[in-house]
T-cell receptor
């Protein structure tokens, strides 16, 4: 079946460090891919998305590229800030149904 | 902006009580979802509704039911609350349609504690 695997956390970095959170997927077909972010005490919000191979989603300095050949959608940011501390979820959806398939989430902690 | 609201941010109930969690969205979305979020387990889908009066079981429907009498409102019901239902409950909605519109919009969550 379809699934999403993302790196376990917590990931702890210093401010201004480079961030990568890995996400790989298994899907029968061509999914859309998403990164959601959950700040402390809040619900999830969409961070970025990509709907076809080689698309790059970007928002708030974060980027992720849809790599069909490696079935990956890794999240990157060049210089993280304390305010980026949150839980990040990778997810996919298929045209054929209404649901999102979620990764387990990766907690990111940025220290000043 | 899409707004999804949930009736309570925090709720404390006793074992055996019937619990209602309400979710309202203001963007005329057809699809609505209830998830629970537990540490280390991510989000798990309890139920979803693709239109008014329609409902489908998700991955963990046992012990829950839902109601969707109006398009904007989707209720989650715990028929007889148990301690293992202590969790964060998240409601989401999305427009029906193609892959381009598969983004889900989330409410702030209800943290339910069952004693």
């Amino acid at each position: 079946g379809n699934s999403v695997t993302q790196m376990e956390g917590p990931v702890t970095l210093s401010e201004e460090a480079f961030l990568t959170i890995n996400c790989t997927y298994t899907a029968t077909g061509y999914p859309s891919l998403f990164w959601y972010v959950q700040y402390p005490g809040e619900g999830l919000q969409l961070l970025l998305k990509a709907t076809k191979a080689d698309d790059k989603g970007s928002n708030k300095g974060f980027e992720a590229t849809y790599r069909k050949e490696t079935t990956s959608f890794h999240l990157e940011k060049g210089s993280v800030q304390v305010s980026d501390s949150a839980v990040y979820f990778c997810a996919l959806s298929m045209d054929s149904n209404y649901q999102l398939i979620w990764g387990a989430g990766t907690k990111l902690i940025i220290k000043p | 902006d899409v707004k999804v609201t949930q009736s309570s941010r925090y709720l404390v109930k006793r074992t055996g009580e019937k619990v209602f969690l309400e979710c309202v969205q203001d963007m005329d979305h057809e699809n609505m979802f209830w998830y629970r979020q537990d540490p280390g387990l991510g989000l798990r889908l309890i139920y979803f509704s693709y239109d008014v009066k329609m409902k489908e079981k998700g991955d963990i429907p046992e012990g829950y039911s839902v109601s969707r009498e109006k398009k904007e409102r989707f209720s989650l019901i715990l028929e007889s609350a148990s301690t293992n239902q202590t969790s964060m409950y998240l409601c989401a909605s999305k427009i029906a349609g193609t892959r381009t519109y598969n983004e889900q919009f989330f409410g702030p969550g209800t943290r339910l504690t069952v004693l």
